[in-house]
């Protein structure tokens, strides 16, 4: 978005998705389905993504019914 100074990049998959509620019960990303997962993969990329100026969006893919993941960050 050249007006905004902003870039995004989306990924998305057809997997499972997150499972209804995960996101609002556990909004900083300290939440693992994974039996020996610790959560912290979402909270590092939110973190990482915060000390670039940007931010971290999740939600459900539209076209591939799974997860989809947007980092947007400045430009330059």
Avoid at 24 to 46: E, Q, V, W
């Amino acid at each position: 978005d050249a007006t905004r100074g902003r870039v995004s990049v989306s990924v998305e998959d057809s997997g499972p998705g997150f499972a209804a509620g995960q996101l609002a019960a556990s909004p900083d990303g300290t939440a693992s389905r994974k039996p020996f997962g610790l959560g912290l993969g979402l909270r590092l990329c939110r973190e990482v993504a915060a000390q670039h100026g940007g931010n971290l969006e999740l939600g459900r893919s539209a076209a591939l019914r799974g997860a989809r993941a947007t980092i947007e960050l400045p430009v330059g």
